[in-house]
Structures are given as C-alpha cells and as structure tokens.
C-alpha cells in the first residue's frame, strides 16, 4: 500500500526560511545565498520524508512565498503594474517575485503588491492572482522543473511534482475588470498546462499531483463543467501519466459525483475533515472505476496523535471496497499548516512530558502514515498489534488524564442558561442608562486597544522573559508605558481611553498563558503569509481561569484619569480559532469553556469599577464553515460563547467588541445577534462601503466605523476623516456612532499614530460643530 505526502512545511524546521528571507530583504545576504537557503530546506524536506519511508514524495511544495504565486509566475499571470521590473535589464526573477508579494517602492516606481487572503478556512495567506479580460498564459518560470530534477537528484527515486490544478487556481484569483468571469479563461490556460506536464513526463514524471480544494466549496454549474473539461482535456493529452486530484478540508456535498467521476488515476479524500466522505463515496459508481482512492487519515491541520485502530477501520473498509492495489494513505491535506518537529521541543517548561506524548507535528505524522501503510499490509502481525495497543494506551491516557478533566468546568458548560447568554435589559434600555452614566460627547473618539509596541518594548519583554530582567524592573517599565500613553490620550483630548496593550505580546497567546488548559510549544511555528510565522496555543484540557488576568492593568490604567478607560479582552471565538483545538470534543464546547472563562474576567473588570469592556472578535468571520450549509450551526454556537462571556454584567457596563478584516453582508444578522452595545469595525479602505450591510439592515446597536488605516504609515488628514464621518452620519443615527481607527495601533510607530488621531479628534469636533448648528 502507498504511503505518499500530499505537501511539507517549507519554512525550516528552525524557521531558516524567514531568517533568510528576510535578510535577502535587508540586503544582507546574497540572491545566491537566499536561493542555497532554499535549497538546503528542500533537500532536508525530502530525505526526512525518504527516511521516514514516504514512497511518493512531493516536489515544487516548496516556496519562497507562497505557492499561488509561484503559480502565477509559471503561467505568466503577471499584472501589468509589475511590468517595468519585467522588463527591467539585469532584473532577476526572485526580486519581480517578491515585488509582486510585497510591493516595490524604488527607482521611482511605486507598486502596490498584489492582495493577499486566507488559503480556505487556514491560518495560512495566499497571494491573488489577478485577471484581467484578456488575460493570456504562458509557460514563464521553470521552477516545478527545476524542482523535480533536484527532488530526482537528493532522493533518487522519481518524486510527485504537485501543482494547482486549473480550475483551483483560477477560482482562488480575481477578476480585475468587469465583462467575463475567470473560469472564462480555462481554454487559455489548459495549453499551459499541457506544455508543463509534457515537460514534465519527458523529465520522467510518472504522478502528478493537482490540487483542486476548490472542489469542496459549494459549487455552480459552471464550475462544474469546467473540472469536467479541464480534467478531460489532461487525460486525453496525457493517457500515460498519473494523475491524482487532491481534495482536502471538506466534504464535496454536491460535487460528490462529479468528483467521482472525474477521469483521473487517484482521487484524494479528507478523512479528517469529513470522515462520512469514504461512506459516501463507496455508494457511487466509483466502486466500479479503476481509479485510485488516496485516504487522507493523518491530520494535516492540527497536531494530536492519531487513533491508528480507527484510521485502519477506514483503510480496511475501502481495501474491501476497492482492493488493495486501489487505495493510497496519506495525511489529510498538506501538512504545511503543522508545525515541522516535535523534537525540537526539548525544554520541558513549554510542553510537559505528559502532552508531549500526545503530539505529534509534520516529521512525526510522517511516521504515522507510513505506519498506517504498514499495519494495513499485514494487520495481524504482532508489530501491528503492539502498534495498536500502545496507541490505545496513550489515547486512554490522555481521556483519562487529570490535567484534562475539570469536572466543575465540564458541568458549567452543560448547565448553561438562557440567562447566561443576555443581557439584563434590551440594548434600548442599557444605551440611555449607559448614556446617562458616562456622559460622552456626539462622535465620542476612542482606539481599538494597542498603541505602538516599540523596539524598547519588546526588547524589555524579551529580557524579562529571558530572565535577564526582574519583574519588578518589567513591571515599572510596562507602568511608565502605560501612563505616558493615558496622559498622552487625555492631552489629545480622546473621550475613551485605553491603556496601551504593552504587557501583551499577542491578544491569544497573552490570555492563553494566563488560562489553564493552554499549553505552548517552543518551536511549534507555522507558517502565516511570506516569511511570516505564528506559534498557535495548544488548547490541551478544559479551559479554566485561575485568577484575573487583565484587572491589574486596567485597574491601574483607570487610576490615572477621570476618563473611561476601556478593558480589553480577547473573544473566546478568537482565542479557539488561533489556537491548535483539541480533537477529543466539539469545538462549541471548547468555545463555550473560553467564554465562561472570559465571563469571568469582564465581571471582575466590572467590579473594578471599570464602565465599558472591549471583547475583541477579529476571528469571527474567518470561522465561518467552508460549506455554506454548516454556517448557521457554527454561527448558532459562536454568537452563544460570545454571549455568554459578554452577559454578566449589569445594564450600565457598556460592552464593545470589534472585528477587522471582514464582509459584514452575509453575516449581518448574527454579529447584530452578538447584541454588543457598542461594535467597532474596519471600513475605511473600502471607503466605508463595509458599512452598507449595517445600514441596510438597520443595525440597531453602536457602531464605530473605522475612519483610517492603520496598515499604512500613511497620516489621514482631519478633512478625510471628517468625509468619512460624514458618509457614516448620513446613514446611520449620529447617536450611535463612534469614531476611532480601524484597528490597534500596534503596528504603527508613534510619530504617525500622534498625528492621526489629533487629526481624527479634530474631525470628531468639527462634527459635533457641525451637528450643534443644524439642530
Ligand atoms: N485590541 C486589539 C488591538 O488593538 C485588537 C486587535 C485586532 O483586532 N486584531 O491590538
Ligand atoms: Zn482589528
């Protein structure tokens, strides 16, 4: 049975790729020291997975930086804008290709890269390929080739080059113009991908992976016909070669017969992600076809150990189905969304021994397929056996573990309430007692938490944690920060303060390490966008808060002014969706463990005498399901835990939450639902377009629609701000809104963020001016 690797972590097991990326980018190193870097990864990549017995072993996985836009260099789906750098004597490839990733400002040209969104419902970004009308392919970059040839060369034996396939990659794009749709373009670009797998088989290619996770999104007609036409065309062109198309991350829903049918030698399935697919799948005619069916069994987005007993239920059930001959096993999708070695975590003050047996990261799920692969040749072996018992030991372990359960926990959130998840009155009623009470002005201005963290900031915290600064000395340093920063908002004239933020490194992994139940590796970095990592939590057991978290700070913070200063807590959707989720119980479940947790904390904050509570929820939207009928059960359980966390408090404690980075169209009801008193958004580079969801719908609560980009070091003038209040108070009630930022501060230096908001206070003034003398 075929063990085979759907895609590795390209990052470097020690983050060598950022490293050398980002000092490629600081002029530092050379074009060739950055391309050796690369090829030193690559190499390691694949004799770990030649080592741990993969038998098809990926190529062209591997990227500079992301591997969309490697694609769109292949086709030549270059933009137009980047043109100059094409044509640019003595230019080199690398640097158009991180121009189009990163944007160029030099030699008089300024380029705005190209934009950049999540890989489905991933932590990891990809770049957009933009189209235009009369877009044409051609075969541009030679870099799968040059791959294949090496991966050949380091293994010697015949690697998988795994690409795009067609329809994914015109799907994942934008169409940059009006009159035509991207699928439009299939006929142009299908000859290029004639010309590559020619190449490629000449080079002596037998499998070819294309990856069409498009598959598993709800799909129309014509999407439909063009995987039939595409994979038509391939099979036709190609008789000899194999082709496996790799589907992961959902079910296929609708596409199911369609994907079953599709003429090609292995389909891919995501046994993790959808576990009913192999049922579903063995009831069509494919039962009858030749084609291969590759068992995604190792999950490739989360880091638990496998249940082998159960993944070799799935192998049995489609050997007898298929026969052996028919059936490959592989990890559920690319493992690039896991972290590379769990053998890097050597210091026990990050992963307990105990977790750690419960982990495995990529180089470890590779030894769990080609295990898999094993077992399901000779499942009565004594090796077998042992194999299987020592996993059940482990998964008992780890049901059974004290460090798991919190019985207390587990009941609470089986009893919860109805009045657990509202508020005592209806948002009326809270508004005019919340009004009353703090006594703000029309167009009150507030931030959205962070203010900037500068180099010393981060250099105290890294000290402290180094252990080369006491906490006394952290401590005083973060006080002083802190009370610059009031005194700084009071001078401006800002109505709602905050206190900076500048204890917290990041808005997860500062509550997490404050939570039972969260447990943090050393090295567990994945990659985000570019060169790019984060280090997700793990959220190991049941969720708990020991003691407060954010009082302290706030408390102080609010001690130095008359003015509210807002606490600032991170949202349980947030905190489950940037963490690795345990696996051994719902996901609402977990969330709903947050959310008392974080309950918790808004009401000691309120006891603390603090008047208004932002609970930031940035990752709400980013949840949504990829298939829009699991939607309304994901949207049901989040709205509850944001509930839950924001509802015990008292009609005159004032709740805000904010979100970046989303559409608010098709999610208008429930964030409505999410009944904040007050909801801050990001709105300005669309020109406050975002808003129009809020004004159609009527949207009764306070809102504060972001009035400048915090992403661009770039100042908005007051009277660009006052042209966005203005847009905002045409459509929406002046008593309800607020006027603040997109989003934190925290990215920006202080120079700028001292200008922009005197300029964004000034605007807010001039409104109320404004408004006094129209009444
Ligand atoms: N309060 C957080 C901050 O200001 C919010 C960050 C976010 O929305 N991503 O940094
Ligand atoms: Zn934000």
Known sequence: MVAHNLGYPRIGSHRELKKASEQYWAGKISHDQLLEAGRHIRRANWLTQQQAGIQLIPCNDFSFYDQTLDWSLTVDAI???????????????????????????????????????????????????????????????DKIFREFVEAKTVLGTVPKPVLPG?????????????????????????????????????????????????????????????????????????????????????????????????????????????????????????????????????????????????????????????????????????????????NSETDASGLTPEIKQWLVFAKQKLGEVVKLATMAEQPESEQTQQWLRENEALLAARRQSQLINRPAVQERVRKVTDQDINRTSAFPERQSIQHQRLNLPLFPTTTIGSFPQTEEVRVNRAKFKKGEKTIEHYEDFIRQETEKAIRWQEEIGLDVLVHGEFERNDMVEYFGELLDGFAFSQNGWVQSYGSRCVKPPIIYGDVYRPEAMTVRWTEFAQSLTDKPVKGMLTGPVTILQWSFVRDDQPRRDTCLQIAFAIRDEVVDLEKAGIRIIQIDEPAIREGLPLRRENWVNYLDWAVRAFRVSASGVGDETQIHTHMCYSEFNDIIQPIADLDADVITIET????????????????????????????????????????????????????????????????????ETEQALKNMVQAAQTARKLVAETV
């Not at 150990?305 to 592989?330: E, H, M, P, Y």
């Open 79 to 141: 933009p137009a804008r980047f043109r100059p750098l094409v044509e640019k004597p003595g230019a080199n490839e690398l640097d158009l290709y991180f121009a189009m990733a990163r944007g160029y400002q030099q030699n008089g040209l300024d380029l705005i890269a190209m934009e950049m969104t999540k890989w489905f419902d991933t932590n990891y970004h990809y770049i957009v390929p933009e189209f235009t009308q009369n877009q044409t392919f051609s075969l541009r970059s």
């Open 166 to 342: 067609p329809v994914t990659y015109l799907l994942l794009g934008k169409e940059k113009e009006g009159g035509f749709h991207r699928l439009d373009l299939l006929d142009r670009l299908l000859p290029v991908y004639e010309q590559i797998l020619s190449r490629l088989q000449e080079q002596g290619a037998e499998w070819i992976q294309l990856d069409e996770p498009c598959l598993v999104l709800n799909s129309d007609e014509r999407q439909q016909l063009a995987y039939r036409t595409a994979y038509r065309f391939l099979r036709e062109r190609f008789p000899n070669l194999k082709l496996l198309v790799a589907s992961y991350f959902e079910c296929f829903g609708e596409n199911l017969n369609l994907a079953t049918q599709l003429p090609v030698d292995a389909l891919h399935i995501d046994l993790v992600r959808c576990p009913s697919q192999l049922d579903d799948i063995l009831q069509t005619d494919f039962v009858t076809k030749k084609t291969a069916l590759s068992l995604g069994l190792v999950d490739g987005r989360n880091i638990w150990i496998n249940d082998l007993n159960r993944s070799l239920g799935f192998i049995q059930k489609a050997t007898a189905a298929l026969g052996k001959d028919r059936v490959l096993i592989a990890p559920s999708c690319s493992l690039l969304h896991t972290p590379c070695d769990l």
């Open 684 to 751: 300005s580079r669309s020109q406050m377009e975002l808003l129009d969801a809020f004004v159609q719908f009527n949207y009764p609560n306070e809102i504060g629609p972001g009035v400048y980009d915090i992403h661009s070091p770039r100042v908005p003038t007051t009277d660009e701000i006052m042209a966005l209040l203005k847009k905002a108070a045409d459509v929406l009630p002046v008593r309800n809104l607020w006027v603040n930022p997109d989003c934190g501060l925290k990215t920006r230096r202080w120079p």
